[in-house]
């Protein structure tokens, strides 16, 4: 059974990279049947939709946060990475990464999630 | 971007009752596009409804999803102990994805 787990620093300082990392178990990245995304959750914005990559490496990212972040997958097919830069307090927040099958469905399994905090 | 109102913001019921919870659109968009979220605290979100009214792997049919255009809803005909939660509506037909701001079903 497909597992996500999410891992990283639970503490950033503002104006540097927030980075995490998403290790799937029990398949692999590479499936053609499904998209790989980001969403954090803060109590101040509620769900947020970050970006999805899809099996071949395409990613699509959400405007509003476009400029600052980039979403890969490590050769490995078991990792799946999250790298926003800048951030500031407002980043603060639960990011939980999910999977999405293809053929337009929603994200139907979804890691635990880890809390980040910006602060100095 | 497609947002998404979820009303009302609190819902308090007693178990046995019926829960109508709402989403509203900012735009239309395909109903095929429209996926319901169940979220308890310090758990992530489980996916309940895709296709505004299609049932995931696992969902008991005492949930139902209904509705087209810009107006939908998640009806949960009898709660059990275990619905007391926050539901969430979503958006994936296009960029951004959004999500509706929640409607947490609370105990009378």
């Known amino acids: 059974q497909l597992q996500l787990q999410e891992s990283g620093p639970g503490l950033v300082k503002p104006s540097e990279t927030l980075s995490l990392t998403c290790s799937v178990s029990g398949g692999s990245i590479s499936s053609t049947f499904y998209f790989w995304g980001w969403i954090r959750q803060s109590p101040g914005k509620g769900l947020e939709w970050i970006g999805s990559?899809?099996?071949?490496?395409?990613?699509f990212y959400n405007p509003s946060l476009k400029s600052r972040v980039a979403i890969s997958e490590d050769t490995s097919k078991i990792h799946l990475t999250l790298s926003l830069n800048s951030v500031t307090a407002a980043d603060t927040a639960v990011y939980f990464c999910a999977r999405r099958p293809s053929g337009d469905l929603p994200f139907d399994i979804w890691g635990q999630g880890t809390l980040v905090t910006v602060s100095s | 971007e497609v947002v998404l109102t979820q009303s009302p913001g609190t819902l308090s019921l007693s178990p046995g009752e019926r829960a109508t919870l709402s989403c509203r659109a900012s735009q239309s968009f395909s109903s095929y596009f429209l996926a319901w979220y169940q979220q308890k605290p310090g758990q992530a979100p489980r996916l309940l409804i895709y296709g505004a009214s299609g049932r995931a792997t696992g969902i008991p049919d005492r949930f139902s999803g209904s509705g087209s255009g810009t107006d939908f809803t998640l009806t949960i005909s009898r709660l059990e102990p275990e619905d007391f939660a926050v539901y969430y509506c979503?958006?994936?037909?296009?960029?951004?994805?959004?999500f509706g701001g929640g409607t947490k079903v609370e105990l009378k």
């Open positions: 979503q958006h994936y037909g296009s960029s951004p994805l959004t």
């Open positions: 990559v899809s099996y071949s490496g395409d990613t």
